[in-house]
């Protein structure tokens, strides 16, 4: 996308041919030729019989505009519109027409007598059944955006090229699993998908076969995206350096949010305490010992996990020498 800079000139507009970058006043000339990035200022009627785009520009539409256009061979015609836009279109061989929107300001529609290309770039929460009717483009483009396709109808759409990072807002996906979204779609990049019914758990992806578009469903594994904290962190970091680690493969294993806290409340890494319960599980196996009536008696314990394990055998023996009781205990 380009930054354009507004800048209004007062121009005084007659009959004839007249070159210009910038409208404040109403235009009803014949004709006018465009060769250079225009931009025609707010509540401007620009209505002129005939617009001759000579070259590849853009124009950014605060007004009114209402005119036939023609467009130079292989030229690209750019349209920024923020307010009321109607022409007809003569577009010479290879020649595009191009609605640009990078925010819901530029989203006001425009009428035209030919199909032409919608470009959401940089979009934020674009509604795109809002602005445009599908039946008017020949194909939509979209690169790093969010877009709320909720009732858009992509039968209509020739083609569609993605680009960069996109995200689809739609209420609910569950009809839309496993059967293509769109065909004609070239891609560059991810896409995702947010609906009200999302589990932080799960992701919806989109993905192309055969030049369509489908959604799945898969397991989220970008644990600072799950839980926003240094524990998502630790454990992206923990993946990095050990993908196959036990506690990791417990964790990918839980399909709700409670079953993933409830592994980390278990696990020592997150929750020392847990040692604890290893100790009181060890004691309790000096209840059950062997003991002979000699005063001789024998205990063992065996612990284990993916992660830990502890054993051990106690020997020991309790006798009698004269007033004084000896006693002698070994741990292996």
């Known amino acids: 996308m380009k930054f354009y800079a507004l800048a209004f000139a007062f121009l005084v507009m007659s009959h004839g041919a007249v070159c210009a970058d910038s409208f404040m006043g109403d235009v009803t000339a014949d004709f006018i030729n465009l ?14 019989d005939v617009v001759n785009v000579n070259r590849t520009i853009d124009l950014i539409n605060n007004g009114l505009v209402n005119t036939d256009f023609v467009v130079c061979e292989r030229c690209e015609f750019r349209i920024l519109n923020h307010g009321d836009f109607s022409a007809n279109f003569n577009l010479g061989m290879d020649a595009t027409l191009i609605q640009v929107v990078s925010g819901v300001d530029d989203f006001n529609p425009i009428v035209s007598n030919v199909k032409y290309t919608l470009m959401i770039d940089g979009a934020d929460n674009i509604y795109l059944n809002a602005g445009v009717n599908a039946g008017a483009l020949n194909k939509l483009v979209i690169q790093n955006s969010i877009v709320d396709i909720n009732n858009f109808d992509f039968r209509n759409l020739d083609e569609l090229d993605l ?9 609910d996906l569950s009809d839309m699993y496993d059967m293509p979204i769109v065909n004609n779609v070239s891609v560059n990049g991810r896409i995702y998908f947010q609906s009200d019914v999302n589990n932080p758990l799960f992701a919806d992806v989109g993905y192309v076969d055969d030049g369509r578009l489908f959604v799945k469903r898969v397991r989220e594994t970008d644990y600072v995206k799950v ?67 000699a005063g001789i008696y024998v205990d063992g314990n065996l612990v284990w996990s993916d992660n830990f394990y502890s054993y051990g055998v106690n020997l020991g023996g309790v006798d009698r020498i004269g007033d004084v009781d000896v006693a002698i205990n070994m741990r292996v």
């Open 35 to 48: 060769n250079a990035d225009t931009v025609i200022g707010e509540n401007v009627r620009f209505e002129p």
């Open 163 to 171: 680009f960069g990072d996109i995200v689809f807002v739609v209420d």
């Open 227 to 293: 839980l926003n904290s240094k524990a998502g962190l630790f454990l992206n970091n923990l993946r990095a350096k050990n993908p196959d680690d036990g506690l990791l493969k417990y964790m990918d294993s839980a399909t709700h949010i409670d079953a993933l806290r409830d592994a980390m409340m278990r696990s020592v890494r997150f929750n020392p305490s847990v040692l604890g319960n290893i100790i009181e599980i060890i004691n309790s196996f000096d209840k059950f010992l062997f003991k002979t009536d």
